[in-house]
């Protein structure tokens, strides 16, 4: 066992019927790192996480977090073991405020009349305010979801990961569809957390992105292991040949032809 690991995944096998999604992968994420995440359309990307937050349930493999065999079968056991996830479909609703999305699901609640408690609302605000603002978000708790932009929303969303104070953070595809500078807020964040300590798992399509803040960078093709590489010194080219072939630049049918 890696002593520095929060997480291991082994040998992880997912099928969905005839779709094999994932095919044996192996994948580690290591104390208070940034681990980029990438592959095409379909990789297994999602798969791949959603067996470690408890969404979906391997058919094969083992999962350790901090050296314990763990089954993961619901989300609630990855939360108690300090995993939290910012899931790709944006789970907000945009007619309620961003203190209401924040605590949605795990609403606090205060003293008991009859049978029903109350919604402590004024602590869930002052929590939610407490909250954004340590994490430099200049977001209005009292706004609703849907006046904000795409890029605040990504960090509300983020931030709802925090409440319970996690070790492991998930994000499928944080800046997806956001622009240069919403994504450039995202990344800051994701880069403060893990100043934290906070260990992150970061799915992406955006290459740059991931080069720029991850350590290292695990590709899936077609739902295998097409490496797992230190972002120091890796070549773009290489990350997109392992893509596109599951195998590195060097071996690829291209880099072949010319040797
Ligand atoms: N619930 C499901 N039922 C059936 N097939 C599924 C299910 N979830 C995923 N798949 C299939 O498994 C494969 C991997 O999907 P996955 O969502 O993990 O890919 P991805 O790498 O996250 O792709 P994207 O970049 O598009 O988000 C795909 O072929 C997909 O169609
Ligand atoms: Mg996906």
Known sequence: MDDSAVVEMEGITKSFGSVVALQSVDFTLRDGEIHGLVGDNGAGKSTLIKCLAGVLTPDEGTIRVRGRTVTIDNPRVAKSLGIETAFQDLALAGNLTVTQ????????????????????????????EELLADLEIGVDPDALVRDLS????????????????????IMDEPTSALSVEGAKRVLDLIEQLRQQGISIIVISHNIEYTQRIADRIKVLYN???AGDISADGVTRDDIVARMVSGRPESESASSQSTA
């Not at 795990?106 to 929590?127: C, Y």
């Not at 795409?150 to 953070?169: A, F, N, Y």
Request: charge should be positive; hydrophobic fraction near 40%; aromatic fraction near 6%.
């Open 223 to 225: 739902g295998m292991d």
């Open 150 to 169: 795409g890029g605040e929303r990504q960090l509300v969303s983020i931030s709802r990961t925090l409440l319970s104070d996690p070790d492991v953070i």
């Open 101 to 128: 999305n924040i605590f949605l699901g795990r609403e606090r609640v205060r003293g008991f009349r009859g049978l029903f408690g109350v919604l402590d609302k004024r602590q869930m605000r002052a929590r939610a």
